[in-house]
Antibody, heavy 126, light 109 residues
Framework: QLQLQESGPGLVKPSETLSLTCTVSGASISSTIYYWGWIRQPPGKGLEWIGSIYYSGSTYKHINPSLKSRVTLSVDTSKNQVSLIVSSVTAADTAVYYC????????????????WGRGTLVTVSS | QSVLTQPPSVSGTPGQRVTISCSGSSSNIGSDYVYWYQQLPGTTPKLLIHTNDQRPSGVPDRFSGSKSGTSASLAISGLQSEDEADYYCASWDDNLKGLFGGGTKLTVL
């Protein structure tokens, strides 16, 4: 059974870097089936797609253009983890950050997330 | 302001049928599939509908999705108190980005 678990600091200072990891169990991070996505949700607000990464020997990434200059996605196959880095954070980056699986990597016509982690709240404050 | 427009709130009484609309454009809904997520209070979003009108295993057939042109709808029939949640539509945009609607809060009166 596929499960995802986000982890990382709950508090980050303005202008610093937010780093989160998503540990995947029940599937290989190198699976040809999945993109691994990050979505965030500011308190009391809606969902925002951050980006998605696929790794199966080669890496493919899609990142929200509005965040592209500050976001880095990567995978660690030895730990079966996906990582998210957001640089130069501000209070607007305060949100629950979700890791989720997108099972459509073999067919580029689709884009959806079927399994979600529980999410982790990151607060940007001094 | 989300590119995919949803009403902020809808309401209904138990047993009633309600619909939630999602309006986009030719670069997203008009040229790609629509997906719907349900987020119960205090919980993680759950995929409710994929590929316009397909229900994942375990989703009751009270939930149905449709798409026409640049708009889509989620219908919930036989409304139940446990359906009270936030609902989000989603679609891929030709500008290489994934989009979520602003969300609709469903209240069961």
């Amino acid at each position: 059974q596929l499960q995802l678990q986000e982890s990382g600091p709950g508090l980050v200072k303005p202008s610093e870097t937010l780093s989160l990891t998503c540990t995947v169990s029940g599937a290989s991070i190198s699976s040809t089936i999945y993109y691994w996505g990050w979505i965030r949700q500011p308190p009391g607000k809606g969902l925002e797609w951050i980006g998605s990464i696929y790794y199966s020997g080669s890496t493919y990434k899609h990142i929200n253009p509005s965040l592209k200059s500050r976001v880095t996605l990567s995978v660690d196959t030895s730990k079966n983890q996906v990582s998210l880095i957001v640089s130069s954070v501000t209070a607007a980056d305060t949100a629950v950050y979700y890791c989720a699986s997108d099972p459509t990597a073999s067919d580029g016509r689709y884009w959806y997330f079927d399994i979600w982690g529980r999410g982790t709240l990151v607060t940007v404050s001094s | 302001q989300s590119v995919l427009t949803q009403p902020p709130s809808v309401s209904g009484t138990p047993g009633q049928r309600v619909t939630i609309s999602c309006s986009g454009s030719s670069s997203n809904i008009g040229s790609d599939y629509v997906y719907w997520y349900q987020q119960l209070p205090g919980t993680t979003p759950k995929l409710l509908i994929h590929t316009n009108d397909q229900r994942p295993s375990g989703v009751p057939d009270r939930f149905s999705g449709s798409k026409s042109g640049t708009s889509a709808s989620l219908a919930i029939s036989g409304l139940q108190s446990e359906d009270e949640a936030d609902y989000y539509c989603a679609s891929w945009d030709d500008n290489l980005k994934g989009l979520f609607g602003g969300g609709t809060k469903l209240t069961v009166l």
